[in-house]
Nanobody, 122 residues
Framework: QVQLVESGGGLVQPGGSLRLSCAAS????????MGWYRQAPGKQRELVAA???????NYTDSVKGRFTISRDNAKTMVYLQMNSLKPEDTAVYYC????????????????WGQGTQVTVSS
């Protein structure tokens, strides 16, 4: 009922930058918090950054000062600008959103994208 499609991943050298985008579509009644998670091989999925519908943000400590999350509510998009990338940022990055849909607008549910690979390597 809600589809999330990520784009912008790829291979980048240490110190480089990437910008991830996530487009939400479907029978969306309302979008609430949106965020980015990542999962490296052999590790649990972790929250990277999140942003509320009002624009409040939070980041995991390891990316503070390097990553910036933003959203365009009109376009139902969320972005993650990643600067000063490090090899330890290598992971599959997933978009997440809490939303209600027209057929069930009283209950918010979480939705996931399919993920996009980010590899930081020289």
């Amino acid at each position: 009922q809600v589809q999330l499609v990520e784009s912008g991943g790829g291979l980048v050298q240490p110190g480089g930058s990437l910008r991830l985008s996530c487009a939400a579509s479907g029978s969306i009644f309302r979008l609430y918090s949106m965020g980015w998670y990542r999962q490296a091989p052999g590790k649990q999925r972790e929250l990277v950054a999140a942003i509320t519908s009002g624009g409040n943000t939070n980041y995991t400590d390891s990316v503070k000062g390097r990553f910036t999350i933003s959203r365009d509510n009109a376009k139902t998009m969320v972005y993650l600008q990643m600067n000063s990338l490090k090899p330890e940022d290598t992971a599959v990055y997933y978009c997440n959103a809490a939303a209600t849909v027209y057929s069930d607008y009283e209950v918010a549910r979480g939705y996931w994208g399919q993920g996009t690979q980010v590899t930081v390597s020289s």
